[in-house]
C-alpha cells in the first residue's frame, strides 16, 4: 500500500506541510508505504492545452506530454494506491501551485465522452486537505471556499472513481510574530492559544485520517 501527499503550499513546513506530514505518520503506523511531494521544490507549469494525452492512438493518451519537474510526480500519483492533495486557500482557493498541478493530474484522464469519462487507474482512496484561517462557523459566509471544496471533490471522485474524502483545519496560525506585520483583523493572542492548543489536536486527527486513508 502506497500514498502520495502533494503538498501545494508555498511555506513547506507551515499550517499544511505539518498536517499532511501528520497524515503520512498516520498511514505508516497503519503499515502504508509514504511519500510526501513539496511542489515549492519544483519547476513545472500548468496545462498547456496541447491534446497530446487525447490523442488517439498518439503516444502519450491518457497521460500528460509536458516534461518538467511535475513528470515524474505524475508518475507516482499514478502508480500510488492512496492520493492526498494538500493546500491553503489563497483569495477563496486553492493555491496556484495545487492548481496547476491539478489540471495536468486531471486532464490527462479526463475523456470528453458521455460514459467512461476517465482513464484514470482507480485509486483505492482519495482525499483533500485544506488549511484556512477563518473560523469553522465562518465558513457559511464564503460560499467561494465551499464551492472550490465541492468542485475539487467532485473532480477527484470523477477521475478516480472512489470517494474523496475532505480535512478541514479553520483559525490557523499565520505569522510567528504578529507584531511585525500589518495585521489588524486577527487578534494575535488568540491565533497564538489555539494554535498551542487545538492545532495539535488538529495533528492528531489528521494523524487518524492517514489510518482512515489506507483502513
Not at 499565520?174 to 493572542?189: A, G, H, I, L, R
Not at 487545538?198 to 486513508?213: H, K, S, Y
Request: glycine fraction near 6%; charged fraction near 25%.
Amino acid at each position: 500500500m502506497k500514498i502520495l501527499a502533494i503538498n501545494g503550499s508555498p511555506r513547506k513546513t507551515k499550517n499544511t506541510g505539518t498536517l499532511l506530514q501528520c497524515v503520512l505518520e498516520g498511514a505508516a503506523a497503519a503499515g502504508a508505504e509514504t511519500s510526501l511531494v513539496q511542489l515549492a521544490d519544483l519547476h513545472f507549469g500548468g496545462c498547456m492545452s496541447c491534446f497530446a494525452c487525447k490523442r488517439l492512438n498518439g503516444p502519450f493518451y491518457g497521460r500528460c506530454a509536458r516534461k518538467d519537474d511535475l513528470t515524474p510526480v505524475l508518475e507516482e500519483a499514478h502508480e500510488a494506491d492512496v492520493l492526498v492533495l494538500g493546500s491553503p486557500f489563497y483569495y477563496g482557493a486553492e493555491s496556484a501551485l495545487l492548481r496547476a498541478c491539478e489540471e495536468r493530474l486531471w486532464f490527462q484522464y479526463s475523456r470528453y465522452a458521455t460514459e467512461k469519462r476517465t482513464l484514470a487507474p482507480a485509486k483505492k482512496a482519495c482525499a483533500l486537505l485544506f488549511t484556512m484561517n477563518i473560523r469553522e462557523e465562518q465558513l457559511p459566509y464564503f460560499p467561494h471556499k465551499n464551492s472550490v471544496i465541492s468542485n475539487n471533490k467532485t473532480f477527484m471522485e470523477r477521475i478516480f472513481s472512489c470517494p474523496c474524502e475532505v480535512f478541514c483545519c479553520f483559525d490557523t496560525l499565520q505569522f510567528d510574530d504578529y507584531s511585525k506585520y500589518d495585521n489588524e483583523m486577527f487578534d494575535p493572542v488568540h491565533k497564538m492559544e489555539r494554535h498551542k492548543t487545538v492545532f495539535p489536536q488538529d495533528m492528531e486527527r489528521a494523524r487518524a485520517f492517514g489510518r482512515q486513508l489506507v483502513s
